[in-house]
């Protein structure tokens, strides 16, 4: 019997799955300074989500009774799996089990940006009656540039072309096979898709490579009106990780009006302070990082998570290990 701390939350019937395996699943937060202190040293496996770190500090003072570090869900910049690796403690992820839930939450960002929901709805309960001024524009006929091309990415393309839009993607590490396959114009600089592109979708990881990959720079270069000549303006969707958009030149643009709007799901700084100016502009609107918020995705992310964690207890290894390449 193995024990397991469960220190973000998840779903009963992955509680239950571990427990009917036999483990003992201790449910609760586990705060920084106890992290810090070697709280990990009582316990085999940790489940987390996205509100517990687990620095190299952390997983260096864990001891030798960890044995698989667990993400329920897809990013893992929570963790420092290199950290892990050396420690030779494998960490797992749930990399399918939210991506039809992101793809529609995506989907509804875009539809909500464009026919200013948020901005009528807050209108209305302000006594306003503004149908002169919420004139939108249709996805369909225009540009959709994405971001990494992975499962997500794909789901919110495959939508997007039902929808009339042509998708356009920027991914060093993608393909071009698979771009072709999606029916997807692949990019060889992020530069072009932001020249080409009046609606941006963010669909990679956050790291070195990516932090502030959205900045003005690249704001800038996208052209405001579509291939059908309408003047639609230019559209920004996040719902992969905080600190892949700058969010203060994402501001500027919108103050300046070359951006149109922007909706996020994910921010630099989470829990996002209520006195943000980003959240203050009109034609911004934003969710607190509930892409895979949905009872469908929770209980796959759970019964996904509790499988891999059992398969690497049990002495096997798991198809979503993040850092296996880092341990060989």
């Not at 987390?48 to 893992?76: E, F, W």
């Not at 524009?137 to 042509?166: D, H, P």
């Not at 999606?182 to 490579?209: A, G, M, R, Y």
Request: glycine letters at 10%.
């Amino acid at each position: 019997m193995a024990r397991i701390a469960v220190t973000d939350g998840m779903a009963e019937d992955a509680v239950l799955l571990l427990q009917q395996a036999g483990h003992e699943v201790v449910l609760g937060t586990i705060d920084a300074a106890d992290l810090a202190n070697g709280a990990l040293g009582d316990f085999d496996a940790i489940i987390v989500r996205s509100a517990t770190k687990l620095p190299a500090d952390v997983i260096a003072v864990s001891g030798d009774r960890l044995s698989v570090i667990a993400r329920a869900g897809v990013g893992v910049d929570n963790i420092d799996i290199q950290a892990a690796a050396t420690a030779g403690i494998p960490v797992v992820n749930a990399p399918r089990a939210s991506t039809q839930s992101v793809v529609e939450l995506t989907i509804g960002h875009l539809l909500s940006s464009i026919r200013h929901i948020p901005r009528a709805d807050r209108g209305l309960r302000d006594g306003k009656w503004e149908k002169k001024i919420m004139k939108g524009t249709e996805l369909s006929e225009k540009n959709l540039g994405l971001i990494g091309f992975g499962r997500i990415a794909q789901g919110v393309g495959a939508v997007a072309q039902a929808l009339g839009m042509t998708v356009h993607t920027y991914d060093p590490y993608l393909p071009p096979k698979v771009a072709k396959a999606q029916n997807t114009t692949l990019h060889k600089n992020v530069e072009t898709l932001f020249s080409n592109c009046t609606h941006i979708s963010i669909h990679c990881n956050l790291n070195d490579e990516t932090h502030h990959l959205v900045n003005a720079e690249r704001l800038a270069l996208m052209p405001g009106r579509s291939n059908d000549g309408i003047a639609c303006g230019n559209h920004i969707v996040n719902c992969a990780r905080g600190g892949i958009i700058d969010e203060v030149a994402l501001l500027e643009a919108l103050e300046q009006g070359h951006v149109a709007s922007a909706a996020l799901d994910v921010f630099e700084t989470e829990p996002v302070p209520a006195d943000a100016l980003l959240l203050q502009h009109e034609h911004f609107h934003g969710t607190p990082h509930i892409g895979a918020a949905t009872m469908e995705a929770q209980a796959r992310v759970g019964r996904d998570i509790a499988h891999a964690v059992m398969a690497v207890l049990d002495g096997g290894t798991s198809e979503t290990t993040v850092n296996a390449h880092l341990m060989s």
